[in-house]
């Protein structure tokens, strides 16, 4: 059985992995043996998918485990050829902000987040996902980058909805696998072969999408926050959420 090890070391306190194909009982020694800090031994066969994206960043793909150094395969089997991938993308009142919010980010309770809903339009069946806009911002463009340099790239959704791109550029196309990890098991959304200038302009259109939002949430907030706390005009928020 192969066992998947994290743990942090003395010099960091990041957290580091390996992989050992012994037992349970070998890899603890070794743990003891090398002195880290903090050890956790995992036989990663025994997370469902939401466990395996909460708890830890690797991507499960037919199969095998894979941390985000390393390369997933091009998948041998047949994608579905798309002209475009069309979404819509809204600010939903359930998701958005409420007065309760707003005191508690100004009290410096929790941070300033704006959610909003994005529907893929081609695929009935699937779900809206919920896409924490701040999140998507500072992590879709290293996507998009890594997928330029590496020619693959892993994309990770944790809030609200936890799913993750796949994708690999090929020629002039871009291989995109929509997996959901909100259940027991890993569901694959969809598996699609687009332009990858479409596909680009799609993520930076959202992007840009993402960005409008939250401006429009934030003057909301200051708004709020002004009329309520009118001898303190000063707007408290975290800008920087993670």
Not at 23 to 36: D, N, T, V
Not at 59 to 72: A, L, M, W
Not at 127 to 140: K, T
Request: glycine share 4%.
């Amino acid at each position: 059985m192969e066992y998947t090890i994290f743990y942090k070391t003395k010099d960091s306190d990041e957290f580091k992995h390996g992989r050992l194909n012994l037992s349970y009982e070998e890899c603890e020694k070794i743990c003891k043996a090398e002195g880290y800090t903090y050890y956790n031994i995992v036989d990663l066969t025994t997370y469902g998918a939401d466990d395996l994206h909460d708890r830890t960043n690797i991507t499960c793909y037919e199969g095998k485990y894979y941390f985000p150094e390393e390369e997933i395969p091009y998948p041998k089997k047949e994608p579905q050829i798309m002209g475009s991938l069309q979404m819509s993308f809204v600010w939903d009142e359930v998701y958005a902000n409420c007065e309760k919010d707003y005191d508690e980010i100004y009290e410096g309770k929790d941070e300033f987040t704006t959610t909003v809903v994005v529907k893929f339009y081609q695929f009935d069946t699937m779900d809206e996902v919920g896409i924490v806009a701040q999140y998507m911002i500072e992590d879709l463009p290293k996507f998009l980058e890594d997928l330029e340099k590496n020619k693959q790239a892993v994309y990770i959704n944790a809030d609200y909805s936890p799913f993750k791109w796949l994708a690999w550029i090929q020629d002039d196309k871009v291989r995109l696998i929509h997996q959901d990890y909100g259940d027991s098991d890993i569901l694959e959304e969809f598996d699609i072969l687009i332009d990858k200038e479409k596909f680009i302009h799609v993520c930076y259109t959202m992007l840009k999408n993402m960005e409008e939002t939250i401006q429009a949430d934030l003057k909301r907030y200051e708004k709020y926050i002004k009329e309520k706390y009118k001898n303190n005009h000063k707007v408290c928020y975290n800008k920087n959420v993670r």
